[in-house]
């Protein structure tokens, strides 16, 4: 599945140029020229990474990327024709992950997108037993989650579930691999029960689709963690 993003500035000459750019590097690419806008194609289609012009018509790009943060860790790079230090602290400091100065060359942006969204791939780290998602954050070895920047009570074999199926992002099991991967038997438990855990993990794991994942049914085979 193409990496989404979402464009947002109020110059159609620039929005034109980036959107080829970004197009010939193979991303889907949303357009919004004004603040609010932009927060409902946020809302509506779960980019996973964000261009976020400064000055925008309808409400300026320090406001969208405060309410943006407020509920989500979608990567953000700000586009500004402002070149000055405290905006770029400022920035910073509010939640975006990088700072592009206008005028710049597509090449560099290009290069700066693919920095930021390789920061957030997933990375599971052997020794300890983590993994980390945007908004996410599993340990097998502690087993806490951490989710939207807070813990999250879960009982060990929802936890083992849920890093099992992260560990292996895109990969489709059977709820009859699941109960031998995570249970450790393959037919001393109904396979239903692999269904009311992921039912119970996903009403602790609500909008998730925010973040650009989801454990997801797949029909007639069994379920998958999907990374968009």
Known sequence: MKT??????????IRQLVNLYLKKEDYDVVLADRGDTALEKFKSDAPNL?????????????????EIRKTSNVP????????????????LELGA???VAKPFEPKELLARIKAVLRRF???????????????LTISLSQYKVIYRDKPL???????????FLASHPRTV??????????????YYVDSR???????????????????GWEIKTVWGVGYKFEVK
């Open 4 to 13: 989404k993003i979402l464009l947002v500035d109020d110059d159609p000459n």
């Open 50 to 66: 964000i261009l976020l012009d400064l000055m925008l018509p309808g409400m300026d790009g320090w406001q969208v990327l405060r």
């Open 76 to 91: 953000i790079i700000m586009l500004t024709a402002k070149d000055e230090t405290f905006d770029k602290v400022l920035g």
């Open 97 to 99: 992950d990088d700072y």
């Open 121 to 135: 791939q997933p990375a599971a780290e052997p020794d300890s037993k983590e993994l980390s998602y945007p908004g």
């Open 153 to 163: 009570e879960m009982p060990p074999k929802e936890l083992e579930l849920l890093y």
């Open 173 to 186: 099991f059977t709820r009859e691999q699941l109960l031998e991967q995570v249970w450790g038997y393959e």
């Open 193 to 211: 029960t692999v269904d009311v855990h992921v039912k119970r993990l996903r009403e602790k794991l609500t909008d998730s689709l925010e973040f």
